[in-house]
């Protein structure tokens, strides 16, 4: 069966993907193992929140597809998805806050425990949403824009929005691809959605990981998760 395990190690959480067999136990050849450390610290960003599981199980599930596809992760924080995708074999940038440094830390302290090295085998750059400096412009082509649990707050679902709307109209071929946790039944990006340019499409979460033994209940615990893709309104 694949495995998507949790374990609290002290001040960090070890996330294992992987293929375990009775035939070959020792194979770790489908085995990818993720340490992530967390801080104690005021802020949403040293903390893996558990829509960052369901995005990263998601792209596990998909690891075939992802070598040398270019992936820009927004609001990275702990970096949990962002990092699963660059070990599977993507080319992944992640974004934080540019007014964060702490947080730029944490993402870069996050990629070399997992034998990342930023600006060799992932980058890592600020990105303010809603802003449009030159970061944004330095980016390069994209294949998909990847984000978990970002719509936490509804002032700044526009500013989501409106970036996403400027990256894909640069990259029309893109999809952004965001896990988020129902926190209120009020929240609504439909509007905004149209007001830049976009669509949605629900992703069906309810059998995710379940052909490979992974019970999808298990890995977003008591929460409601949802798995959004959103693409340029044809």
């Known amino acids: ?88 074999g993507a080319h992944v940038t992640l974004s934080d806050c540019s007014t964060l440094p702490k947080t730029l830390q944490h993402i870069q302290r996050c990629c070399r425990l997992n034998s990342l090295t930023p600006g060799k085998d992932i980058e890592v750059v600020g990105l303010t949403w809603g802003l449009f400096l030159d970061q944004i412009f330095q980016l390069g082509p994209i294949d998909f824009i990847i984000g978990s649990d970002i719509f936490y707050d509804p002032s700044v679902f526009e500013d989501i929005l409106v970036t996403v709307s400027f990256l894909l109209e640069a990259n029309p071929q893109a999809r952004f691809l965001v896990a988020y946790q129902e926190r209120s039944s009020d929240w609504c990006i439909e509007t905004l959605l149209k007001k830049w340019g976009l669509q949605c499409n629900i992703v069906d979460t309810e059998h995710l990981g379940s052909e490979l033994g992974i019970d999808s209940q298990e890995l977003m615990g008591n929460h409601t998760i949802h798995l959004l893709e959103v693409t340029r309104r044809s």
């Open 1 to 88: 069966k694949y495995v998507c395990i949790l374990k609290q190690c002290r001040d960090k959480v070890l996330s294992i993907f992987g293929n375990k067999t009775k035939q070959n136990p020792q194979d770790g050849s489908e085995t990818l193992k993720i340490l992530i450390p967390e801080l104690l610290l005021p802020g949403y960003s040293f903390y893996t929140w558990p829509s960052a599981q369901v995005l990263a199980w998601f792209l596990w599930e998909r690891r075939l597809s992802l070598p040398n596809k270019r992936v820009l992760e927004l609001g990275a924080g702990t970096s949990l998805p962002g990092i699963v995708a660059a070990k599977c």
